[in-house]
């Protein structure tokens, strides 16, 4: 068998790379969305219309809408069976495109059932209803060309090409930057503009990774692909993949139901404060997370349990030994950081500090959604779908409960609040599970290694609040200067982290992973057993 082996931290860092120039061209986008809409009902209603599609674009840049389809193309691959893996691939391809287009039509056409259910206190708002409507009918699109890119991602990743997977994001961020700029020249409203460098977007980011992925399918065709057994297989893991793998998202579309009937400003507030949480969610824990899937599919596919229970505990410890200091750290800074990212033009003051609050609570469980997304990987690879489901499910109930409760004391605030207590109820759902099933999955260790990553990062968080104490004081630090200030504090910060960490012992994971990092991409011979 021919297996292209690539080590995790290799992988890993190939894929935050490229991400990291997608979150940046993504805040890019993100600032010029503040200065022309700030937190106005305009923004409001955009960001309304594009939380489903922004669900399936979110879905694809973690690699969960490629979950479905990677099991069984795993299985081909790791048999090293070129023709049927082929056929394979055609048939699931095919039912891709087509169940991705029956949704899109679907919710072109209950447009408006869908904005009731997402912000029914938009309800009988007249022009704001309306344009609410419009613009979900367009952006729906954009569902199935993000559709066919997770299927397409799939494809690639199984032959471990991250490359092209991790950069296609970028090409959304920059259709909308550029049709933003066109349509201003043309005399466009802001909400169309962006509107349509959704569509633009969508349409590139398929185009450009199939030119990559053509070549791995000898034919493609739609001769008889319903009848494959590979589609009815993945055809019964959609639903809780949708469930599962989205559980957090789901989450966030409790939350601006919630929210609609606040004031104006608050799903905006919300939309601002989750993006600055997505940015290290996306560069570590989406990372490792998709560097680390098609080693699961494999493993699973060969029966080699003692490794994936061994790539399972490292895949946490190192996403936690990222993502707990990132946590901290969003969490020290948050006021300035909003502030210099997006208090200018309909952005003010106020913006800033609503947004920083809801930034506040949402870091509390970035590291328990990083670690979910480890875990449910490895519950689709091991064709155990259904108890990401009822995990999820379960978190969603935390979610709505807590909602209700703190909705009226905290606003929008207590939204991002039960997010992320509801994020920590579906890691420890998870993690009882492959404790069970697996035998063990070292908790000791794992318990050990967070609790050095938290001291640490609370170390951090500390010193690194002092800092900002003294520099920024009353909030009179801008511009260059107000760079400088959070680029020292993040730079003070990380040394502090891994002073500290380094002091209190890495985790074996990371230990691992660092070892591993010079391996180089190797193609081995694996003969095979008649």
């Known amino acids: 068998m021919k297996a292209r082996q690539i080590g995790l931290i290799r992988a890993a860092t190939l894929i935050s790379s490229l991400t990291l120039l997608s979150r940046v061209l993504g805040f890019l986008r993100d600032m010029a969305i503040a200065y022309v809409l700030g937190a106005s009902y305009k923004a409001d209603v955009f960001f309304v219309a594009f939380r489903i599609p922004n669900l399936f674009r979110r ?132 909400e169309w503009s962006l509107t349509w460098g959704v569509f633009l977007g969508g349409f590139l980011q398929v185009a450009f990774q199939f030119h990559w992925a053509r070549p791995l399918v000898v034919k493609w065709s739609l001769a008889r692909w319903w009848r494959s057994p590979e589609v009815s297989a993945v055809l019964k893991l959609l639903v809780p993949t949708m469930l599962g793998a989205a559980v957090y998202h789901f989450n966030i579309f409790i939350a601006t139901l919630f929210a609609s009937f606040l004031t104006v400003g608050s799903i905006s507030f919300l939309y601002y404060a989750e993006r600055l949480v997505q940015f290290p969610l996306g560069l570590f824990g989406g990372a490792i997370y998709t560097s680390v899937l098609p080693r699961f599919t494999l493993q699973t596919a060969l029966g080699e349990w003692g490794a994936f229970r061994r790539q399972l505990v490292e895949a946490l410890e190192l996403v936690w030994f990222l993502t707990i200091p990132a946590a901290a750290g969003l969490w020290a800074i948050r006021t300035p950081l909003v502030r210099l990212l997006f208090e200018r033009g309909e952005f003010n003051k106020v913006s800033t500090m609503m947004t920083a609050d809801a930034l506040g609570y949402f870091a509390l469980g970035l590291w328990a959604v990083a670690g979910s997304r480890v875990l449910v990987g490895a519950c689709y690879a091991l064709g155990r779908a259904y108890v990401t489901v009822w995990t999820g499910v379960g978190a969603l109930a935390v979610n709505l409960l807590l909602s209700i409760f703190l909705v009226g004391s905290l606003g929008h605030s207590g939204l991002a609040l039960a997010i992320s207590v509801a994020a920590i109820a579906n890691l420890f759902g998870l993690l009882i599970f492959f404790r069970k099933y697996l035998g063990s999955i070292e908790a000791g260790r794992l318990l050990l290694s967070s609790a050095r990553c938290l001291t640490a990062a609370i170390i951090m968080a500390g010193v690194v609040v002092t800092l900002a ?62």
């Not at 048939?91 to 408006?112: D, E, H, I, M, S």
């Not at 997402?118 to 009988?124: D, H, I, M, S, Y």
């Not at 959304?172 to 005399?187: I, K």
């Not at 691992?512 to 008649?530: F, G, K, L, N, Q």
């Open 59 to 190: 879905l694809y840049a973690e690699g969960s809408l490629s979950l479905p389809f990677m099991p069984e193309m795993g299985k081909a691959y790791a048999l090293d069976d070129d023709l049927n893996f082929s056929g394979l691939a055609n048939n699931l391809g095919a039912f891709a495109a087509f169940f991705y287009l029956g949704l899109t039509l679907l919710g072109v056409t209950a447009a408006p059932l869908f904005v009731s259910v997402l912000a029914p206190g938009f309800v009988g708002s007249g022009a704001k209803w309306q344009l609410a409507v419009k613009l979900t009918r367009w952006l729906f699109p954009y569902v199935f060309c993000i559709g066919v890119a997770g299927f397409v991602m799939a494809l690639l990743n199984t032959h471990e090409h991250f490359t092209a997977p991790a950069a296609a994001p970028s090409l959304l961020n920059l259709s909308m930057l550029a049709l933003l700029g066109l349509g201003g020249y043309f005399n466009l409203a802001p």
């Open 469 to 530: 104490r003294f520099t920024y004081g009353d909030g009179t630090l801008a511009g260059g200067y107000l760079v400088l200030g959070l680029g020292s504090w993040v730079l003070a910060g990380v040394l502090i982290y891994l002073g500290a960490i380094l002091l209190l012992g890495l985790p074996e994971g990371v230990k691992r992973a660092w070892e591993a990092r010079r391996e180089s991409e190797t193609v081995r011979d694996i003969p095979r057993e008649d």
